[in-house]
C-alpha cells in the first residue's frame, strides 16, 4: 500500500475544480451554519432553490419524521430575484467555496429568463432545479421525461456559458434516457437525484400529515434508490454526475463515488448533525490515507460490476 500522508480529495465537474466532493444539497444548507463550521471547508456552496418571484411556499404542516428520513413540501418560498441579486450574491461573495445557485420555474420562458438573470459575477454554476412540476406537462416535472429535459436544458443552456447542473428526479421511470436528453442538450453535470414522491396518514384524525398531501423524501431511506440512479446515470453519460440522496456517512460518500458520483451532496443529514458536512471531508481524507488512496480518481466510478445493472 502507497504512502499516503497528503490525500488530494480535488475532483472536477466539468470546467471546475472542487476543493473536496462534499457539498450541500439545495434547500438544506444556510448562512446559519457559518455559525458551527467554516464554510469555506466545503467543495461548493449550493444555495436554496431560487424561483423568479416571491412566492409563500406550501400549507404547513410543511414536513414530517418518517422512520428513516422525512417528507417535506415547502413549496420553494422564495424571495425572488432582486433579493438574491442584492442581498444574497454580496454574502456569498466573502467565501471562498464557489457558488452553485440552484434556480426553477414551470415554464420554459420563466426558466429561461431566470437562468440569464442568475449569471452573473459571483456565480460558478447554476444548478437547475428540474424536478419540478412544468404547467406546460400538464404539472409533471420537466425531468420526468427526455423530451421536456431535453427542451428545458436547450433553452437554458442559451441564456448562459456558466457550467450548467441539472438536477434531475428520482421519479422517473427511465432515468438513463433523462440523463441522456440532458447531456445532450447541453448540461455540463447532473445532481442525481432530488427526492422520492411520498406520502404520509395521521390514523387518529385521518388527515395527511402534510399541508400539501404528498410529499417528498429524503434522508437513509431513499439512499439505495439515489444511489441506484447515480450508477443507471454515470454508465449513461458522459458528463460527471453528482450523487444525492440518503447521504449520512463516509461510507455512504464511498458507495456513491464507486458506483461513479464524481461529488455528493448532503442534504437531510445536516438537520441531524449540522456539522456532518465537515465531519464527511475529514472522515474521508483519513480513510484515503489510511487506504493508501493519493486521489479519488482511483475511487470514482471503480465499481466492480458483473454487467451493466440490468435488473430483470
Ligand atoms: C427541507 C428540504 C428542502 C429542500 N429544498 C430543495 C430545493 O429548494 N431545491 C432542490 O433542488 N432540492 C431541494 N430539496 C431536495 C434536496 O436537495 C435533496 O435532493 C434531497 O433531500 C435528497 O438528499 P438527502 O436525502 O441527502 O436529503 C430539499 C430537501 C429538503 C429535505
Redesign the pocket.
Known amino acids: 500500500m502507497k504512502d499516503v500522508q497528503n490525500a488530494d480529495l480535488r475532483v472536477r465537474i466539468g470546467a471546475l475544480t472542487l476543493e473536496n466532493p462534499i457539498m450541500?444539497?439545495?434547500?438544506?444548507f444556510s448562512e446559519d451554519l457559518a455559525d458551527v463550521f467554516d464554510l469555506d471547508v466545503l467543495g461548493a456552496h449550493?444555495l436554496?432553490?431560487i424561483m423568479h418571484g416571491t412566492r409563500a411556499g406550501n400549507p404547513t404542516p410543511?414536513?414530517c419524521d418518517l422512520q428513516s428520513?422525512?417528507l417535506?413540501a415547502?413549496g420553494?418560498p422564495s424571495k425572488g430575484i432582486d433579493y438574491f441579486r442584492d442581498e444574497m450574491l454580496p454574502y456569498w461573495a466573502d467565501f471562498k467555496a464557489p457558488l452553485v445557485v440552484?434556480i426553477?420555474a414551470h415554464s420554459y420562458d420563466e426558466f429561461a429568463r431566470l437562468c440569464s438573470e442568475v449569471s452573473l459575477a459571483g456565480v460558478a454554476a447554476i444548478?437547475a432545479?428540474i424536478?419540478?412540476p412544468n404547467i406546460e406537462a400538464n404539472g409533471n416535472a420537466f425531468a420526468m421525461r427526455p423530451d421536456t429535459t431535453h427542451e428545458v436544458v436547450t433553452r437554458l443552456r442559451a441564456e448562459t456559458d456558466l457550467p450548467l447542473w441539472a438536477?434531475l428526479t428520482p421519479n422517473t421511470g427511465e432515468p438513463a434516457e433523462v440523463a441522456l436528453a440532458a447531456q445532450a442538450a447541453g448540461a455540463d453535470a447532473l445532481?442525481v437525484?432530488?427526492?422520492?414522491l411520498g406520502m404520509s396518514v395521521d390514523i387518529a384524525s385521518r388527515r395527511p400529515r402534510l399541508g400539501n398531501v404528498m410529499g417528498?423524501?429524503?434522508?437513509?431511506a431513499?439512499?439505495p434508490i439515489?444511489l441506484r440512479m447515480t450508477y443507471q446515470c454515470a454508465n449513461a453519460v458522459d458528463i460527471p454526475v453528482i450523487g444525492?440522496?440518503?447521504?449520512?456517512t463516509r461510507d455512504d460518500v464511498l458507495e456513491f463515488l464507486i458506483a461513479g458520483a464524481a461529488a455528493v451532496?448532503?442534504?437531510?443529514?445536516?438537520?441531524q448533525s449540522p456539522t456532518a458536512m465537515a465531519r464527511l471531508i475529514t472522515e474521508l481524507e483519513s480513510w484515503m490515507q489510511e487506504h493508501g488512496v493519493a486521489s479519488l480518481d482511483e475511487i470514482i466510478g471503480s465499481i466492480e460490476a458483473p454487467n451493466a445493472g440490468v435488473f430483470e
Do not use: D, H, L, Y
Not at 450541500?24 to 438544506?28: I, L, N, Q, R, V
Not at 437525484?193 to 422520492?196: C, M, Q, S
Not at 444525492?244 to 449520512?248: A, L, M
Not at 451532496?265 to 438537520?271: E, L, S, V
Open positions: 450541500p444539497a439545495s434547500g438544506t449550493v436554496k432553490t410543511r414536513v428520513g422525512m417535506n415547502i420553494i440552484s426553477s444548478e432545479n424536478s419540478c438536477k445532481v437525484a432530488n427526492t422520492v417528498g423524501m429524503s434522508g437513509p431513499i439512499k439515489a444525492c440522496g440518503g447521504i449520512s451532496q448532503i442534504g437531510t443529514a445536516t438537520f
